[in-house]
């Protein structure tokens, strides 16, 4: 039961994650331990899976899914998702700086706990390495496209985000809002729960249809990757991992906590500024203690996770 428990606590973990435009649910997964599991996991759900539970029972298929695995993480991505969606909201609309200097704690630690796991000696590697920053870095750079309307167009958004969710360092909800459907998407997260609370049909209707969408096209993005990365892994692992651990490097100014806003062309743009230049209540005693709170945090975490 306890194994189960902390499997579902990572998957909450991934889930809070993916909400914050910034932050991957991809890095929570590597620097908890679970990445490769995870997605060689996913890569086991096919048709021959299917015909398994056809042919020889629930108990086979179920090994043959690793379902033991990943239905408490699901579940903890799941309720990550839905249940922390509106109090992630609330931090980032009233507490931006003290919500991004915790994560910012967080990645930061956990890049330098990755490169020292994995000891990247090679000059191949940190040429991998560097080519990751530039790919996320340059990720983060671009400029939001205008929103949708088309359910097709929230089922491409939402293949395409998944696959940015599983990769650390770029962010999935980074992806919604250079796609133009963040708010969308957040908002049919929140309305899931309250159309169920107060259910009105042609509420529930609308909501869950692009649930369902959004639900296929990350059905779909997880399973077109997956096979992808699983390959990587088990042949280029070290190559692999210096590419994603470049990935969480290139992601950290985009969750650098101070920032200063300005609109130009409709289009709300952020840039970094120095703590001590900030215009307004930089909060910088409590957000440099919550740097070194998420840091702590990743480095127990990590501890805890060589003892097991």
């Given at each position: 039961?306890?194994?189960?428990?902390?499997?579902?606590?990572?998957?909450?973990?991934?889930?809070?994650?993916?909400i914050?435009?910034?932050?991957?649910?991809?890095?929570?997964?590597l620097?908890?331990?679970?990445?490769?599991?995870?997605?060689?996991?996913?890569?086991?759900?096919?048709?021959?899976?299917?015909?398994l539970?056809?042919?020889?029972?629930?108990?086979?298929?179920?090994?043959g899914?690793?379902?033991?695995?990943?239905?408490?993480?699901?579940?903890?991505?799941?309720?990550?998702?839905?249940?922390?969606?509106?109090?992630?909201?609330?931090?980032?609309d009233?507490?931006?700086?003290?919500?991004?200097?915790?994560?910012?704690?967080?990645?930061?630690?956990?890049?330098?706990?990755?490169i020292?796991?994995?000891?990247?000696?090679?000059?191949?590697?940190?040429?991998?390495?560097?080519?990751?920053?530039?790919i996320?870095?340059?990720?983060t750079?671009?400029?939001?496209?205008?929103?949708?309307?088309?359910?097709?167009?929230?089922f491409?958004?939402?293949?395409?985000a998944?696959?940015?969710?599983?990769?650390?360092?770029?962010?999935?909800?980074?992806?919604?809002?250079?796609?133009?459907?963040?708010k969308?998407?957040?908002?049919t997260?929140?309305?899931?729960?309250?159309?169920?609370?107060?259910?009105?049909?042609l509420?529930?209707?609308?909501v869950y249809?692009?649930?369902?969408?959004?639900?296929?096209?990350?059905?779909?993005?997880?399973?077109?990757?997956?096979?992808?990365?699983?390959?990587?892994?088990?042949?280029?692992?070290?190559?692999?991992?210096?590419?994603?651990?470049?990935?969480?490097?290139?992601?950290?100014?985009k969750?650098?906590?101070?920032?200063?806003?300005?609109?130009?062309?409709?289009?709300?743009?952020?840039?970094?500024?120095?703590?001590?230049?900030?215009?307004?209540?930089?909060?910088l005693g409590?957000a440099?203690?919550?740097i070194?709170?998420?840091?702590?945090?990743?480095?127990?975490?990590?501890?805890?996770?060589?003892?097991?």
């Open positions: 039961m306890r194994k189960y428990l902390l499997l579902y606590f990572k998957g909450l973990l991934m889930g809070a994650a993916d914050v435009p910034g932050v991957s649910g991809g890095t929570m997964a620097i908890t331990g679970i990445y490769k599991e995870l997605i060689s996991s996913i890569d086991q759900i096919n048709l021959k899976q299917l015909r539970l056809y042919q020889e029972g629930f108990t086979v298929f179920w090994k899914v690793n379902g033991s695995f990943l239905l408490p993480l699901f579940l903890g991505i799941a309720s990550g998702i839905l249940f922390l969606s509106g109090a992630i909201t609330y931090l980032l009233h507490h931006p700086i003290l919500l991004w200097s915790f994560f910012f704690g967080l990645i930061l630690a956990s890049i330098y706990v990755l020292k796991q994995f000891s990247l000696k090679a000059f191949t590697h940190y040429s991998l390495l560097i080519l990751g920053f530039i996320a870095f340059g990720i750079q671009l400029k939001p496209a205008g929103a949708s309307n088309s359910l097709f167009y929230l491409f958004s939402s293949m395409i998944i696959i940015a969710m599983i990769l650390p360092g770029i962010s999935g909800a980074f992806i919604f809002i250079l796609l133009g459907v963040y969308e998407v957040l908002a997260v929140k309305g899931a729960i309250e159309v169920l609370i107060d259910f009105d049909w509420s529930f209707k609308a249809t692009k649930v369902v969408v959004i639900g296929l096209g990350i059905v779909i993005g997880l399973k077109l990757f997956s096979r992808l990365l699983t390959w990587l892994f088990i042949h280029k692992k070290e190559a692999t991992l210096s590419v994603l651990i470049g990935f969480m490097i290139g992601a950290l100014p969750i650098w906590p101070w920032k200063e806003s300005a609109t130009i062309e409709d289009q709300t743009l952020f840039t970094n500024v120095n703590p001590l230049h900030f215009d307004g209540d930089a909060q409590i440099v203690a919550l070194f709170l998420g840091a702590a945090a990743l480095i127990l975490l990590e501890r805890y996770a060589l003892k097991k």
